[in-house]
Protein backbone atom coordinates (compact mmCIF):
# COMPACT_ATOMS: atom_id res chain seq x y z
CA UNK A 1 0.00 0.00 0.00
CA UNK A 2 2.42 2.19 0.36
CA UNK A 3 3.98 2.02 -2.79
CA UNK A 4 0.72 3.03 -4.01
CA UNK A 5 0.36 6.23 -1.37
CA UNK A 6 3.75 7.17 -2.83
CA UNK A 7 2.67 7.07 -6.31
CA UNK A 8 -0.60 8.95 -5.82
CA UNK A 9 1.25 11.81 -3.78
CA UNK A 10 3.63 12.08 -6.82
CA UNK A 11 0.47 12.46 -9.04
CA UNK A 12 -0.84 14.48 -6.73
CA UNK A 13 1.80 17.19 -6.60
CA UNK A 14 1.85 17.41 -10.36
CA UNK A 15 -1.49 18.00 -10.39
CA UNK A 16 -1.87 20.84 -8.02
CA UNK A 17 1.30 22.25 -9.52
CA UNK A 18 -0.77 22.38 -12.64
CA UNK A 19 -3.03 23.99 -11.29
CA UNK A 20 -1.34 26.51 -9.38
CA UNK A 21 0.19 27.33 -12.74
CA UNK A 22 -3.44 27.65 -14.58
CA UNK A 23 -4.30 30.11 -11.08
CA UNK A 24 -1.56 31.87 -11.66
CA UNK A 25 -1.89 32.42 -15.77
CA UNK A 26 -5.46 33.80 -14.73
CA UNK A 27 -5.03 35.80 -12.46
CA UNK A 28 -2.03 37.40 -13.88
CA UNK A 29 -3.93 37.82 -17.22
CA UNK A 30 -7.33 39.74 -15.94
CA UNK A 31 -7.83 42.97 -17.42
CA UNK A 32 -7.91 45.07 -14.51
CA UNK A 33 -4.00 44.11 -13.71
CA UNK A 34 -2.73 46.21 -17.07
CA UNK A 35 -3.62 49.26 -15.02
CA UNK A 36 -0.82 48.62 -12.53
CA UNK A 37 2.60 50.20 -12.81
CA UNK A 38 4.38 47.19 -12.63
CA UNK A 39 5.55 43.87 -14.59
CA UNK A 40 4.76 41.78 -11.96
CA UNK A 41 1.40 40.56 -13.18
CA UNK A 42 2.37 40.11 -16.63
CA UNK A 43 5.85 37.64 -14.86
CA UNK A 44 3.14 36.06 -12.48
CA UNK A 45 0.73 35.09 -16.10
CA UNK A 46 4.05 34.27 -17.47
CA UNK A 47 5.23 31.69 -15.18
CA UNK A 48 1.47 30.36 -14.76
CA UNK A 49 1.65 29.71 -18.82
CA UNK A 50 4.82 27.79 -18.58
CA UNK A 51 4.09 25.89 -15.20
CA UNK A 52 0.65 24.84 -16.73
CA UNK A 53 1.67 23.67 -20.05
CA UNK A 54 5.16 22.06 -18.85
CA UNK A 55 2.90 19.93 -15.72
CA UNK A 56 -0.13 19.21 -17.73
CA UNK A 57 2.44 17.27 -20.55
CA UNK A 58 3.53 15.21 -17.82
CA UNK A 59 0.14 12.89 -18.99
CA UNK A 60 -0.53 13.59 -22.11
CA UNK A 61 0.39 11.24 -24.85
CA UNK A 62 1.83 12.94 -27.99
CA UNK A 63 0.65 13.15 -30.80
CA UNK A 64 2.86 11.95 -33.76
CA UNK A 65 1.98 15.33 -36.30
CA UNK A 66 2.95 13.45 -39.45
CA UNK A 67 0.19 14.65 -41.28
CA UNK A 68 1.74 14.03 -45.17
CA UNK A 69 4.60 13.29 -46.96
CA UNK A 70 5.92 14.47 -50.79
CA UNK A 71 5.74 11.41 -52.95
CA UNK A 72 8.08 10.66 -55.88
CA UNK A 73 5.21 12.65 -57.88
CA UNK A 74 5.54 15.46 -56.34
CA UNK A 75 2.59 15.10 -54.69
CA UNK A 76 1.70 15.69 -50.65
CA UNK A 77 -0.20 12.23 -49.47
CA UNK A 78 -1.99 12.09 -46.25
CA UNK A 79 -0.55 10.18 -43.70
CA UNK A 80 -2.42 7.55 -41.49
CA UNK A 81 -1.37 5.41 -38.58
CA UNK A 82 -2.92 1.88 -37.51
CA UNK A 83 -2.27 -0.98 -35.59
CA UNK A 84 -1.42 -3.76 -37.44
CA UNK A 85 -0.82 -5.80 -34.70
CA UNK A 86 -2.69 -5.31 -30.83
CA UNK A 87 -0.92 -7.01 -28.21
CA UNK A 88 -1.59 -5.30 -24.17
CA UNK A 89 1.89 -4.26 -23.94
CA UNK A 90 1.99 -2.74 -27.25
CA UNK A 91 0.83 -2.42 -30.80
CA UNK A 92 2.83 -2.75 -34.14
CA UNK A 93 1.88 0.50 -35.70
CA UNK A 94 2.23 1.13 -39.39
CA UNK A 95 2.29 4.77 -41.26
CA UNK A 96 -0.12 4.41 -44.37
CA UNK A 97 0.93 6.82 -46.92
CA UNK A 98 -2.53 7.68 -48.62
CA UNK A 99 -2.57 6.96 -52.66
CA UNK A 100 1.37 5.54 -52.83
CA UNK A 101 1.78 2.04 -53.50
CA UNK A 102 4.26 -0.18 -51.62
CA UNK A 103 7.81 0.83 -51.72
CA UNK A 104 10.74 -1.18 -51.96
CA UNK A 105 11.92 -0.15 -48.66
CA UNK A 106 10.01 -1.57 -45.68
CA UNK A 107 11.54 -0.71 -42.12
CA UNK A 108 10.43 -1.65 -39.12
CA UNK A 109 11.33 0.79 -36.51
CA UNK A 110 11.74 -0.42 -33.03
CA UNK A 111 11.28 2.46 -30.26
CA UNK A 112 12.94 2.06 -27.17
CA UNK A 113 11.21 1.71 -23.74
CA UNK A 114 12.77 3.65 -21.74
CA UNK A 115 10.35 6.50 -20.11
CA UNK A 116 9.81 8.12 -23.48
CA UNK A 117 6.76 7.19 -25.83
CA UNK A 118 7.93 6.01 -29.56
CA UNK A 119 6.93 9.22 -30.75
CA UNK A 120 10.59 10.53 -29.66
CA UNK A 121 11.40 9.01 -32.87
CA UNK A 122 8.95 11.08 -34.58
CA UNK A 123 11.64 13.07 -36.80
CA UNK A 124 13.25 9.55 -37.66
CA UNK A 125 9.79 8.37 -38.77
CA UNK A 126 9.27 11.64 -40.93
CA UNK A 127 12.84 11.33 -42.73
CA UNK A 128 12.18 7.74 -43.68
CA UNK A 129 8.28 7.93 -44.67
CA UNK A 130 9.37 9.39 -47.99
CA UNK A 131 11.44 6.87 -49.28
CA UNK A 132 10.35 3.84 -47.39
CA UNK A 133 7.33 1.92 -45.78
CA UNK A 134 7.43 2.78 -41.91
CA UNK A 135 6.65 0.26 -39.39
CA UNK A 136 6.87 1.59 -35.53
CA UNK A 137 6.74 -0.66 -32.32
CA UNK A 138 4.34 1.73 -29.89
CA UNK A 139 4.63 0.75 -26.57
CA UNK A 140 2.05 1.31 -24.67
CA UNK A 141 1.92 3.19 -20.75
CA UNK A 142 2.00 0.86 -17.99
CA UNK A 143 0.04 2.44 -16.00
CA UNK A 144 -3.45 1.76 -18.37
CA UNK A 145 -2.41 -1.87 -19.00
CA UNK A 146 -4.50 -3.99 -16.33
CA UNK A 147 -3.09 -6.06 -13.76
CA UNK A 148 -5.06 -9.17 -15.06
CA UNK A 149 -2.70 -8.90 -18.47
CA UNK A 150 0.06 -10.33 -16.54
CA UNK A 151 3.93 -9.48 -16.36
CA UNK A 152 6.21 -7.89 -19.19
CA UNK A 153 9.58 -8.47 -18.97
CA UNK A 154 12.67 -8.53 -21.14
CA UNK A 155 11.18 -12.33 -22.68
CA UNK A 156 8.21 -10.91 -23.27
CA UNK A 157 9.71 -8.09 -25.17
CA UNK A 158 12.00 -9.92 -26.91
CA UNK A 159 9.06 -12.63 -28.05
CA UNK A 160 6.85 -9.06 -28.81
CA UNK A 161 9.79 -8.39 -31.21
CA UNK A 162 9.14 -11.96 -32.42
CA UNK A 163 5.69 -12.04 -33.01
CA UNK A 164 6.07 -8.35 -34.92
CA UNK A 165 9.17 -9.27 -37.21
CA UNK A 166 7.34 -12.63 -38.32
CA UNK A 167 3.92 -10.82 -38.78
CA UNK A 168 6.12 -8.39 -41.42
CA UNK A 169 8.10 -11.14 -43.37
CA UNK A 170 11.66 -11.37 -44.49
CA UNK A 171 12.09 -8.64 -46.88
CA UNK A 172 11.38 -6.18 -43.55
CA UNK A 173 14.79 -3.96 -42.48
CA UNK A 174 14.77 -3.70 -38.81
CA UNK A 175 16.18 -0.87 -37.05
CA UNK A 176 16.73 -1.15 -33.24
CA UNK A 177 17.07 2.39 -31.56
CA UNK A 178 19.32 2.32 -28.13
CA UNK A 179 17.53 0.51 -25.24
CA UNK A 180 15.67 -2.56 -27.37
CA UNK A 181 19.54 -2.72 -29.70
CA UNK A 182 20.41 -5.98 -27.12
CA UNK A 183 16.67 -7.58 -27.08
CA UNK A 184 16.22 -6.50 -31.06
CA UNK A 185 19.38 -8.83 -31.80
CA UNK A 186 18.57 -11.10 -29.48
CA UNK A 187 15.03 -11.64 -31.11
CA UNK A 188 16.71 -12.07 -34.53
CA UNK A 189 18.78 -14.97 -33.45
CA UNK A 190 15.86 -16.43 -32.15
CA UNK A 191 14.43 -16.49 -35.45
CA UNK A 192 17.69 -17.54 -36.96
CA UNK A 193 17.31 -20.87 -34.77
CA UNK A 194 13.61 -21.09 -34.64
CA UNK A 195 12.52 -20.14 -37.72
CA UNK A 196 15.07 -19.06 -40.30
CA UNK A 197 12.29 -18.45 -43.25
CA UNK A 198 10.86 -15.00 -40.91
CA UNK A 199 14.46 -13.33 -40.08
CA UNK A 200 14.74 -9.99 -41.37
CA UNK A 201 16.14 -9.08 -44.63
CA UNK A 202 19.14 -6.22 -42.44
CA UNK A 203 19.78 -5.54 -38.92
CA UNK A 204 21.04 -1.86 -38.11
CA UNK A 205 21.74 -1.37 -34.16
CA UNK A 206 21.63 2.25 -33.15
CA UNK A 207 23.68 3.47 -30.41
CA UNK A 208 22.23 0.69 -27.81
CA UNK A 209 23.99 -1.30 -24.57
CA UNK A 210 25.03 -4.01 -26.58
CA UNK A 211 27.88 -5.05 -24.11
CA UNK A 212 27.74 -1.81 -21.44
CA UNK A 213 30.92 -3.17 -20.24
CA UNK A 214 32.58 -2.04 -23.52
CA UNK A 215 32.43 1.61 -22.52
CA UNK A 216 31.46 2.61 -19.25
CA UNK A 217 29.15 5.60 -18.62
CA UNK A 218 27.10 7.49 -16.10
CA UNK A 219 24.03 5.18 -16.75
CA UNK A 220 26.39 1.80 -16.30
CA UNK A 221 27.92 3.12 -13.51
CA UNK A 222 24.95 3.80 -11.36
CA UNK A 223 23.53 -0.11 -12.47
CA UNK A 224 27.01 -1.52 -11.16
CA UNK A 225 27.17 0.65 -7.65
CA UNK A 226 23.33 0.00 -6.47
CA UNK A 227 21.77 -3.60 -5.73
CA UNK A 228 18.48 -4.76 -6.98
CA UNK A 229 17.11 -4.46 -3.83
CA UNK A 230 18.09 -0.84 -3.64
CA UNK A 231 16.75 -0.21 -6.83
CA UNK A 232 13.49 -1.94 -6.65
CA UNK A 233 13.28 -0.17 -2.74
CA UNK A 234 14.15 3.34 -4.93
CA UNK A 235 12.18 3.08 -7.68
CA UNK A 236 9.33 0.63 -7.86
CA UNK A 237 5.56 2.18 -6.97
CA UNK A 238 2.51 0.27 -7.77
CA UNK A 239 -0.35 2.44 -9.96
CA UNK A 240 -2.52 4.56 -8.33
CA UNK A 241 -6.41 4.56 -8.39
CA UNK A 242 -6.74 6.95 -10.86
CA UNK A 243 -5.06 4.73 -13.60
CA UNK A 244 -6.60 1.61 -15.31
CA UNK A 245 -3.69 -0.40 -14.26
CA UNK A 246 -4.31 0.30 -10.67
CA UNK A 247 -2.19 -2.11 -8.40
CA UNK A 248 0.48 -2.91 -11.24
CA UNK A 249 3.90 -2.59 -9.87
CA UNK A 250 6.01 0.05 -12.27
CA UNK A 251 8.97 2.35 -12.69
CA UNK A 252 6.89 5.63 -12.67
CA UNK A 253 7.43 8.09 -15.58
CA UNK A 254 7.45 11.07 -13.03
CA UNK A 255 10.05 9.43 -10.84
CA UNK A 256 12.05 8.96 -14.17
CA UNK A 257 11.97 12.71 -15.27
CA UNK A 258 12.96 13.72 -11.93
CA UNK A 259 16.19 11.49 -12.88
CA UNK A 260 16.10 13.05 -16.65
CA UNK A 261 16.39 16.36 -15.30
CA UNK A 262 18.26 15.93 -12.31
CA UNK A 263 21.31 15.00 -14.57
CA UNK A 264 21.37 18.65 -16.51
CA UNK A 265 19.02 20.77 -14.10
CA UNK A 266 21.38 24.03 -14.67
CA UNK A 267 20.55 23.90 -18.36
CA UNK A 268 17.24 22.93 -17.35
CA UNK A 269 16.45 25.77 -15.18
CA UNK A 270 17.90 27.97 -17.69
CA UNK A 271 15.62 27.28 -20.28
CA UNK A 272 12.28 27.61 -18.22
CA UNK A 273 13.81 30.75 -17.44
CA UNK A 274 14.45 31.96 -20.56
CA UNK A 275 10.87 30.74 -21.52
CA UNK A 276 9.32 32.33 -19.19
CA UNK A 277 11.23 35.63 -20.13
CA UNK A 278 9.54 35.28 -23.30
CA UNK A 279 6.25 34.46 -22.26
CA UNK A 280 6.06 37.71 -20.95
CA UNK A 281 7.50 40.00 -23.37
CA UNK A 282 4.77 37.79 -25.83
CA UNK A 283 7.50 35.93 -27.64
CA UNK A 284 6.83 32.94 -26.71
CA UNK A 285 4.51 30.69 -29.53
CA UNK A 286 3.14 27.65 -28.96
CA UNK A 287 5.49 26.01 -31.78
CA UNK A 288 8.28 27.43 -30.58
CA UNK A 289 11.87 25.33 -30.00
CA UNK A 290 11.01 25.30 -26.12
CA UNK A 291 7.75 23.85 -26.45
CA UNK A 292 8.68 21.54 -29.16
CA UNK A 293 11.03 19.81 -27.39
CA UNK A 294 9.79 19.67 -24.00
CA UNK A 295 6.29 18.92 -25.00
CA UNK A 296 8.23 15.48 -25.86
CA UNK A 297 10.95 15.44 -23.18
CA UNK A 298 7.80 15.88 -20.30
CA UNK A 299 4.83 13.65 -22.02
CA UNK A 300 6.46 10.06 -19.69
CA UNK A 301 5.56 6.98 -19.93
CA UNK A 302 5.34 4.43 -16.80
CA UNK A 303 7.33 1.28 -17.48
CA UNK A 304 6.33 -2.31 -15.94
CA UNK A 305 8.45 -3.31 -12.90
CA UNK A 306 9.65 -6.79 -13.96
CA UNK A 307 10.79 -4.90 -17.83
CA UNK A 308 13.44 -2.51 -15.98
CA UNK A 309 14.31 -4.13 -13.15
CA UNK A 310 15.21 -7.35 -15.28
CA UNK A 311 17.02 -4.91 -17.83
CA UNK A 312 19.13 -3.57 -15.23
CA UNK A 313 19.77 -7.17 -13.80
CA UNK A 314 20.22 -9.21 -16.68
CA UNK A 315 21.43 -7.26 -19.42
CA UNK A 316 23.38 -4.39 -17.52
CA UNK A 317 24.74 -6.31 -14.61
CA UNK A 318 24.90 -9.73 -15.52
CA UNK A 319 25.47 -9.06 -18.70
CA UNK A 320 23.29 -11.84 -20.55
CA UNK A 321 23.44 -10.68 -24.18
CA UNK A 322 27.10 -9.26 -24.12
CA UNK A 323 28.32 -13.02 -23.23
CA UNK A 324 25.90 -15.12 -25.54
CA UNK A 325 24.34 -16.21 -22.22
CA UNK A 326 20.34 -15.16 -23.08
CA UNK A 327 17.65 -16.98 -22.21
CA UNK A 328 13.72 -16.68 -23.86
CA UNK A 329 11.26 -18.52 -22.42
CA UNK A 330 13.70 -21.50 -21.55
CA UNK A 331 15.64 -21.47 -24.59
CA UNK A 332 19.17 -20.07 -24.42
CA UNK A 333 19.45 -17.44 -27.61
CA UNK A 334 23.14 -18.22 -29.55
CA UNK A 335 23.78 -14.78 -31.63
CA UNK A 336 25.68 -17.04 -33.32
CA UNK A 337 22.95 -18.46 -35.44
CA UNK A 338 22.70 -15.55 -36.94
CA UNK A 339 23.91 -16.21 -40.51
CA UNK A 340 22.09 -14.21 -43.10
CA UNK A 341 21.14 -11.24 -41.90
CA UNK A 342 23.72 -8.36 -43.00
CA UNK A 343 24.07 -5.97 -39.75
CA UNK A 344 25.12 -2.46 -39.37
CA UNK A 345 26.03 -0.79 -36.24
CA UNK A 346 25.64 2.86 -35.80
CA UNK A 347 27.39 4.74 -32.98
CA UNK A 348 28.16 8.27 -31.69
CA UNK A 349 31.54 9.66 -31.22
CA UNK A 350 30.20 11.88 -28.25
CA UNK A 351 27.49 9.70 -26.72
CA UNK A 352 27.04 9.63 -23.29
CA UNK A 353 24.26 6.69 -22.63
CA UNK A 354 25.38 4.25 -25.00
CA UNK A 355 29.15 5.12 -25.51
CA UNK A 356 31.23 4.25 -28.60
CA UNK A 357 31.93 0.46 -28.56
CA UNK A 358 29.33 -0.85 -26.57
CA UNK A 359 26.58 -1.43 -29.44
CA UNK A 360 29.86 -2.25 -32.28
CA UNK A 361 30.02 -5.42 -29.20
CA UNK A 362 27.56 -7.09 -31.20
CA UNK A 363 29.70 -7.81 -34.33
CA UNK A 364 31.91 -9.70 -31.98
CA UNK A 365 28.95 -11.67 -31.60
CA UNK A 366 27.61 -12.85 -34.88
CA UNK A 367 30.27 -15.29 -34.85
CA UNK A 368 28.33 -17.18 -37.86
CA UNK A 369 27.74 -13.84 -39.88
CA UNK A 370 30.33 -13.96 -43.04
CA UNK A 371 32.14 -10.26 -42.48
CA UNK A 372 30.76 -9.23 -45.57
CA UNK A 373 27.87 -8.62 -44.29
CA UNK A 374 29.23 -6.82 -40.84
CA UNK A 375 29.39 -3.24 -41.06
CA UNK A 376 29.66 -0.16 -39.05
CA UNK A 377 30.01 3.47 -38.94
CA UNK A 378 31.26 5.90 -35.93
CA UNK A 379 29.60 9.54 -36.59
CA UNK A 380 32.33 12.45 -35.21
CA UNK A 381 30.85 14.37 -32.95
CA UNK A 382 27.27 13.41 -32.29
CA UNK A 383 25.72 12.98 -29.25
CA UNK A 384 22.91 9.97 -28.26
CA UNK A 385 20.09 12.13 -29.79
CA UNK A 386 21.79 13.08 -32.92
CA UNK A 387 22.67 9.67 -34.32
CA UNK A 388 18.71 9.10 -35.00
CA UNK A 389 17.26 12.35 -34.47
CA UNK A 390 19.35 15.08 -35.13
CA UNK A 391 21.51 16.63 -37.88
CA UNK A 392 24.12 14.04 -37.77
CA UNK A 393 21.53 11.26 -38.59
CA UNK A 394 19.87 13.58 -41.69
CA UNK A 395 23.47 14.82 -43.41
CA UNK A 396 25.03 11.78 -43.13
CA UNK A 397 23.52 8.54 -41.29
CA UNK A 398 20.06 8.16 -42.94
CA UNK A 399 21.69 8.26 -46.18
CA UNK A 400 24.46 6.11 -45.16
CA UNK A 401 21.36 3.54 -43.57
CA UNK A 402 19.27 3.60 -46.54
CA UNK A 403 22.56 2.55 -48.78
CA UNK A 404 23.04 -0.33 -46.34
CA UNK A 405 19.14 -1.60 -47.28
CA UNK A 406 19.71 -1.00 -50.96
CA UNK A 407 22.79 -3.11 -50.88
CA UNK A 408 21.15 -5.76 -48.80
CA UNK A 409 18.02 -5.75 -50.15
CA UNK A 410 14.40 -7.84 -48.88
CA UNK A 411 15.56 -11.12 -50.75
CA UNK A 412 18.36 -13.50 -50.04
CA UNK A 413 19.66 -12.55 -54.03
CA UNK A 414 20.22 -9.24 -52.78
CA UNK A 415 16.98 -7.95 -54.80
CA UNK A 416 14.98 -5.39 -53.31
CA UNK A 417 11.33 -6.97 -54.44
CA UNK A 418 7.72 -4.99 -53.25
CA UNK A 419 6.05 -7.10 -50.92
CA UNK A 420 2.45 -6.33 -49.15
CA UNK A 421 2.27 -6.91 -45.67
CA UNK A 422 -0.74 -8.60 -44.13
CA UNK A 423 -3.06 -5.90 -42.70
Known amino acids: MRYMLTYDMMETVRNASQWLGSTARSFGSYPATGLAPTPAFNMMAAWGEVVERSFSRMIAKPDWGIHSVVGKDGRDHLVSTHSVVERPFGNLV???????????????????????????????????????DVFVTDWHNARDIPVSCGKFDVEDYTLYLVDFMEHLG?????????????????????????????????????????????APTDVTDFGRRITMGQLEELAIQRVGFKYAGAGRMVYPGLLQLTSFMSMNADRHGEAFFNQILRAAKGEARDNDHHNRFYDEYLAVMD??????????????????????????????????????VAVKIVEGEKDDISAPGQC???????????????????????????????????????PLVLEFLDAHGGGRDGTVPLKSVRP
Open 170 to 214: PEIHVIAVCQPAPLTLAATAYLAEKKPEAQPATLTLIGGPIDPDA
Open 360 to 398: LAALDLLTGLPDGKKFSHLEPNAGHYGIFAGKSWRNNIR
Open 94 to 132: KFEVQGRPDMPRQILLVAPMSGHYATLLRSTVASLLPDC
Open 303 to 340: MPAEFYLSTVERLFKGLEIAQNRFMVDGHQVDIGKITN
